[in-house]
């Protein structure tokens, strides 16, 4: 019975790979695919390959490339902190039934093939392996690039293979434990608190081991005037630390390594405690065909949600009805009727929990970034100012060039509608101006958010003396007013795309994977990338030549304000150029004939 699961898994693996070498008879796959592969050998194969090709076969040590001897430590802190955090989130809301990631295909034959329980979840648990070790191999690729982290590429996938499989197991397990506690206690949430009460513990265990090493080494003062290799030598040479981290230890031991030696000596434990958790969760008896069933049909109906436009639910929480952002009335403009649909949609589209993770991630790195710097004192109010000016810029930046791939409550989101929205009674150019509202306003919220935040921030002391209060109104007013046409300028180039390449912009709207599929969105994000300065180079030029010849004679706010009307006027010409042109081109194309 080995022998036809191995045989069913390399077969899969082999209709898989001859499934996408015969897309690349299609130009529109063949086209991304060398896109993506040149972007993979260029910024990552050529470092992987003269990394191999130089210097001896083991070791070159951490600090060989120049980089600091505290990164490694760092990032296993780092991923130690996570692994805790995901095994908390797994105690806390654990899943109602047992369930292992089966699909739809290996449910319906295998389920009622002649195999025991425990086969099944042999096969499962190794199948896992393969996308482990290629996620692995990718993450060795991607952060020892340049050498900053490591020396030899081969060592650091094995690391992360173990810590990757140490964390999938642990998880697997806590999860059948908890439902055999479900199945058989009858004080199971008194076990939850309690699984979370001892993550928690066993991390403030951890925190207080390393503040102690830390205050016994600054002896009370800034642990910032520190050097970093004293603090790191001071928490490595805890004996708390060492006794309290062993697990870690022994799991991020081979990633860790220096040299061969010191690898070879942290793989026999690491590979001893992922026989551990591999035999923990092999032999453990519970039911999951129920819960792996389950899991399958939520996963079918993410991937439904998905080719709609819409995402996942955050949680099991599904409400009974969605309030509206504001009362549409029965008659009216048009253009507000599109614009309550697609912030509806938003909600779904935008707000998952994937994005709450991840905007949450970035806020606990902001604050944790700028704590320091506001406890200690080490920063005055107009250099914090200065830091979040270039922050502000930075972020906005990031809006205007990704913000239109993530904000597709648009044409894009309307694809699979638009034989119904070429029978309204509306001009093109008006449907394409209805559509690019809802996104338009979402990141034009951002960047006024930005500039407020700058504006208020920004020079407390007045030591400019040119930036007058009136002067900064007009500036914030004018970048303000400024800022929906930037977007709406942004927001039609992947429209365009879409409308020029139906059939190529299809794919993405399921959110296929694929290497296709990463060409695809580096070709996309490319003309984004190179549309924006096409367009406002020549406009801010214009401003700029307006500004100054006019500001010596009618001072600065006035000139701000001519410069802002000439500026605008010819963003507002390329935008309505484009709305026509949009408008026009998607009333024209049949869509049943060109997504194919």
């Given amino acids: 019975m080995a022998g036809a699961l191995l045989y069913y898994r390399l077969t899969s693996l082999q209709n898989l790979v001859m499934f996408r070498l015969r897309?690349?008879?299609?130009p529109k796959y063949l086209l991304?695919?060398?896109?993506?592969?040149?972007y993979i050998y260029f910024f990552v194969g050529r470092h992987f390959?003269?990394?191999l090709s130089a210097g001896p076969p083991g070791f070159r040590g951490t600090n060989a490339a120049g980089a600091p001897a505290y990164l490694v430590p760092l990032t296993c802190a780092a991923l130690g902190l996570a692994a805790l955090l995901r095994i908390a989130l797994t105690w806390g809301w654990p899943p109602e039934l047992a369930s292992f990631r089966f699909s739809e295909a290996e449910i319906a034959f295998l389920f009622p093939a002649p195999l025991r329980r425990r086969t099944l979840v042999h096969y499962r648990l190794l199948s896992n392996q393969a996308a482990i070790l290629f996620t692995a191999l990718i993450i060795a690729f991607v952060f020892t690039r340049g050498q900053n982290l490591a020396a030899h590429r081969v060592y650091r996938t094995i690391g992360w293979w173990i810590m990757i499989s140490l964390l999938d197991l642990h998880v697997n397990g806590t999860r059948i434990l908890l439902a055999r506690l479900r199945e058989r206690s009858a004080h199971f949430n008194l076990w939850r608190a309690a699984g979370v009460a001892t993550v928690v513990a066993y991390a403030a265990a951890i925190g207080c081991a390393a503040y102690a090493a830390l205050v016994g080494v600054t002896d009370g003062g800034d642990v910032l005037r520190v050097p970093p290799e004293t603090l790191r030598l001071a928490v490595a040479n805890s004996p708390a630390v060492f006794w309290t981290t062993l697990p870690f230890?022994?799991?991020?031991?081979?990633?860790?390594?220096?040299?061969?030696?010191?690898?070879?000596?942290?793989?026999g434990p690491a590979l001893v405690f992922l026989a551990l958790h591999y035999y923990w969760v092999a032999t453990s008896e519970i039911s999951?065909?129920?819960?792996?069933?389950?899991q399958a049909e939520k996963r079918a109906a993410a991937r439904a949600a998905a080719a709609r436009g819409e995402g996942a639910p955050l949680g099991t929480f599904r409400p009974a009805a969605v309030s509206t952002p504001f009362p549409l009335a029965p008659t009216g403009v048009p253009e507000v009727a599109f614009l309550w649909k697609n912030l509806l949609s938003m909600r779904s589209g935008l707000?998952?929990?994937r994005a709450l993770l991840v905007g949450g991630a970035l806020l606990f790195g902001l604050v944790a970034g700028l704590r320091p710097l506001l406890l200690h004192g080490s920063v005055d109010p107009t250099e914090l100012g200065q830091l979040i000016l270039v922050f502000g810029a930075i972020v906005a930046g990031y809006t205007l060039f990704l913000g239109p791939q993530l904000a597709r409550q648009d044409l894009r989101g309307d694809l699979a509608n638009a034989d119904l929205l070429k029978t309204y009674p509306i001009p093109g150019w008006r449907l394409a101006l209805a559509e690019l509202l809802a996104p338009a306003l979402l990141l034009s919220l951002v960047l006024w958010l930005i500039l407020a935040t700058v504006a208020a921030t920004y020079d407390p002391a007045h030591q400019h003396g040119w930036l007058t209060p009136l002067v900064r109104v007009t500036a914030v007013a004018c970048l303000a007013l400024a800022a929906p046409l930037v977007c709406l300028l942004q927001l039609l180039v992947p429209n365009t795309i879409m409308v020029l390449f139906p059939a190529w912009y299809q794919a993405t709207?399921?959110?296929?994977?694929?290497?296709?599929?990463?060409?695809?969105?580096?070709?996309?994000?490319?003309?984004q990338f190179l549309f924006m300065p096409l367009v406002l180079l020549p406009t801010a030029g214009w401003a700029i030549l307006v500004y100054l010849g006019s500001f010596y004679w009618i001072g600065i706010a006035p000139a701000l304000v001519l410069s802002f009307f000439v500026g605008a006027f010819l963003i507002g010409a390329a935008v309505a150029v484009g709305?026509?042109?949009l408008g026009g081109r998607f009333g024209r194309f049949d869509l049943s004939s060109e997504l194919k």
């Fill in 32 to 38: 991304f695919t060398a896109a993506a592969v040149a």
């Fill in 49 to 51: 390959y003269g990394a």
């Fill in 23 to 26: 897309r690349l008879r299609q």
């Fill in 579 to 581: 709305l026509w042109w």
């Fill in 351 to 353: 707000f998952t929990r």
């Fill in 509 to 527: 709207r399921a959110r296929t994977a694929g290497i296709e599929m990463f060409g695809q969105r580096l070709v996309f994000g490319l003309l």
């Fill in 249 to 267: 230890r022994i799991a991020f031991g081979p990633y860790a390594s220096t040299n061969r030696a010191d690898f070879l000596f942290a793989l």
């Fill in 288 to 294: 999951f065909e129920e819960g792996s069933i389950a």
